[in-house]
Nanobody, 124 residues
Framework: QVQLVESGGGLVQVGGSLRLSCAAS????????MGWFRQAPGKERELVVA????????SYASSVKGRFTISRDNAKNTVYLQMNSLKPEDTAVYYC?????????????????WGQGTLVTVSS
């Protein structure tokens, strides 16, 4: 079982950028698809983006396409989320997760591992 720890959240102004990192423990990281979810206050958790094991396939929510970029470094057991042109509506707790790409695509919450979350606050 892989364990995940997110970092990089914080307070940023509208239009600013942040990069989130998700470090995974375990030797099976490269076998997992990875994804980032977010949950804003009073809203349901939503999938932001997913990436397959090799990094060749990605899928973005329409709300972040063109502004966010996911990447992974399997040698470092880490997945990243570069967030640019941030908007107040991006304010949320961001969670990384590991599982199969199929489950991510089906928005299936029954994934193999979740991080504890990191808060991103975009101020206007």
């Amino acid at each position: 079982q892989v364990q995940l720890v997110e970092s990089g959240g914080g307070l940023v102004q509208v239009g600013g950028s942040l990069r989130l990192s998700c470090a995974a423990s375990g030797r099976t990281f490269s076998s997992y698809a990875m994804g980032w979810f977010r949950q804003a206050p009073g809203k349901e958790r939503e999938l932001v983006v997913a990436i397959n094991w090799s990094g060749e396939r990605t899928s973005y929510a329409s709300s972040v396409k063109g502004r966010f970029t996911i990447s992974r470094d399997n040698a470092k057991n880490t997945v990243y989320l570069q967030m640019n042109s941030l908007k107040p509506e991006d304010t949320a707790v961001y969670y990384c997760a590991a599982g199969s790409l199929g489950r991510f695509m089906r928005r299936d919450p029954d994934l193999d591992a979740w991080g504890q979350g990191t808060l991103v606050t975009v101020s206007s």
